[in-house]
């Protein structure tokens, strides 16, 4: 018999066409995500799923899942899962690392660049036709080159984020649990400080760690105001790292000069202060959206709920301790 498996959003036709070589697909490609009892009919009698940071995948699910042997989410996040759940019923749970990295940094740059160059503001003078003339003092921002930059987070996408600064003449700065080794720092040209002086001395702060109660409001009032007056902060990792309402008295209050986001609390209703203020570059977490990267992900995570559905163990399974239990 050919194992069942949910695909619970669209995800690209060749994604599909795999999963068919190995699987009976039930494949939700109307795009809406499923709601929490259509899920729970869906899984029922499904050994596998793939799903995204839109489904919660939690105890009283997997309570009704007896078969389900894989979750798979599209996504290298996974804070929609509970995965010790997981672990207890001797169920694999598997990201999507690496193959977002690059997209990821790219997007925190273009945030950092937008931000410090008001690009949104500007846009939308430009397309209300308010634009009557060169001046001298108009819509200035500032640098990105020579500035500092802090990385909060040094795993894979805080290290394609500092890489990049090195064509912009940074100096970098980073702060993380633990430090990374000396040839990677020696590389990126970059070295630990604590959280407080990375927050006193950076200009653009990016977040790049993942969410979870330890993460939770990382950056709240107190932090803020540790930044500079001109600081940028940038977060592309998750919502709920940040304080959004301490956020945004920063923002109002000019604690600190500007934000750029692409993700929320409580996304996708955010905060509806965020659309009143000019100084945020708002984005809807698309932080690994571009064409490649999603086919990428989709496509590990579908490699990833196969080798489990026959029998292997999966490329990118986060809890070993599943398979001892
Ligand atoms: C991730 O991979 O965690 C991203 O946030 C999904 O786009």
Same mark, same amino acid.
């Given at each position: 018999m050919r194992p069942k498996i949910l695909v619970t959003r669209e995800v690209f036709d060749e994604t599909l066409e795999y999963l068919r070589e190995h699987c009976d697909v039930d494949a939700n490609q109307e795009d809406m995500a499923l709601a929490p009892d259509a899920l729970m009919k869906r899984l029922a009698?499904?050994?596998g799923v793939i799903c995204s940071l839109t489904d919660r995948i939690d105890a009283a699910l997997l309570e009704r899942c #007896?078969?389900?042997k894989v979750v798979a989410n599209i996504?290298? =996040?996974?804070?929609? %899962?509970d995965v010790p759940a997981c672990s207890a019923r001797g169920i694999m749970a598997t990201n999507t690392p690496g193959v977002l990295d690059d997209s990821t940094a790219d997007l925190a740059w273009t945030l950092m660049l937008g931000a410090a160059r008001r690009i949104t503001e500007v846009e939308r003078y430009v397309r209300n036709g308010e634009w009557k003339g060169w001046r001298l003092k108009q819509w200035l921002g500032i640098d990105v080159h020579h500035a500092t930059l802090g990385i909060i987070g040094m795993g894979r996408i805080g290290q394609a984020i500092a890489r990049r600064a090195a064509g912009f003449d940074m100096r970098v700065l980073y702060h993380n649990r633990k430090r990374v080794d000396e040839e990677i720092e020696r590389k990126l040209n970059t070295r630990w400080v604590s959280l407080d002086e990375l927050l006193g001395k950076s200009d653009f702060v990016v977040l790049q760690v993942p969410y979870s109660p330890e993460t939770?409001?990382? %950056?709240g009032a107190a932090q803020l105001s540790k930044m500079k007056r001109n600081a940028i902060l940038i977060n592309s990792?998750? =919502? =709920?790292?940040?304080d959004d309402q301490a956020l945004i008295s920063a923002l109002r209050n000019g604690t600190i000069r500007a934000a750029g986001l692409d993700v929320f609390e409580n996304e996708p209703k955010?905060? #509806?202060?965020?659309?009143? +203020?000019?100084?945020v570059v708002l984005a #809807?977490? %698309? =932080?690994?959206?571009t064409e490649a990267t999603r086919c990428a992900m989709a496509m590990t995570a579908a490699k990833n709920a196969v080798a489990v559905l026959i029998g292997s163990t999966p490329p990118? +399974? %986060?809890?070993?301790e599943a398979i001892r239990s």
């Open positions: 009698d499904k050994e #007896p078969k389900l996504a290298v =996040g996974y804070n929609n %899962i939770h409001h990382l %950056i990792t998750r =919502g =709920g790292v940040v955010l905060n #509806p202060a965020f659309l009143d +203020l000019d100084n #809807p977490h %698309i =932080g690994s959206s990118n +399974l %986060i809890n070993a």
